[in-house]
């Protein structure tokens, strides 16, 4: 892979991070809020902060990260919120399996599914949904 390819890949990278890290706190204030606040099931909250965050994060990454000029909005925004829909699944297995398995804290296990379902958006909505 060419060096400016490389950098650009990068790039879009540390963007789609940056976005995601906004995501995250997206997702956690809402997460919170409902399960804490509005006693909403825990993995029902998830879905609802991850839903949240998925929606702003498409706004974000369209117009800042892949800088998309795609005109059918609708489609490329129903791509990303199913690549999310398959991220969320990701999500919700590996939380349920480090929380309900392995006993480990809801929070920090919430936090390392963010970053699987991180690396698996990325490379989907590079190569699905923002396609030049």
């Known amino acids: 892979m060419p060096g ?3 950098k650009e890949l990068l790039i ?3 963007r789609f ?8 706190l997206v997702d956690f ?3 919170w809020l409902c399960k804490e606040v509005f006693r909403i099931q825990k993995y029902v909250s998830n879905a609802i902060g991850f839903t949240i ?3 702003t994060n ?3 990454n369209r117009i800042w990260t892949f800088q998309s000029l795609n005109p059918d909005i609708v489609t490329e925004y129903l791509k990303f919120i199913g690549i999310s829909a398959i991220g ?4 919700t297995l590996i939380l ?3 929380v309900s398995k392995y006993r480990q804290h809801f929070y920090f296990s919430k936090l390392f599914a963010i970053g699987v379902a991180t690396i698996w958006n990325f490379l989907a909505n590079l190569f699905y949904t923002f396609v030049s």
């Not at 991070?17 to 995250?24: C, P």
């Open 4 to 6: 400016f390819l490389l």
């Open 12 to 14: 879009k990278f540390l």
């Open 17 to 24: 991070s940056l976005v995601g890290l906004s995501g995250v």
């Open 29 to 31: 204030g809402f997460t």
């Open 53 to 55: 965050a998925a929606t």
């Open 58 to 60: 498409y706004y974000l």
């Open 88 to 91: 969320l699944g990701i999500n």
């Open 96 to 98: 349920w399996i480090l």
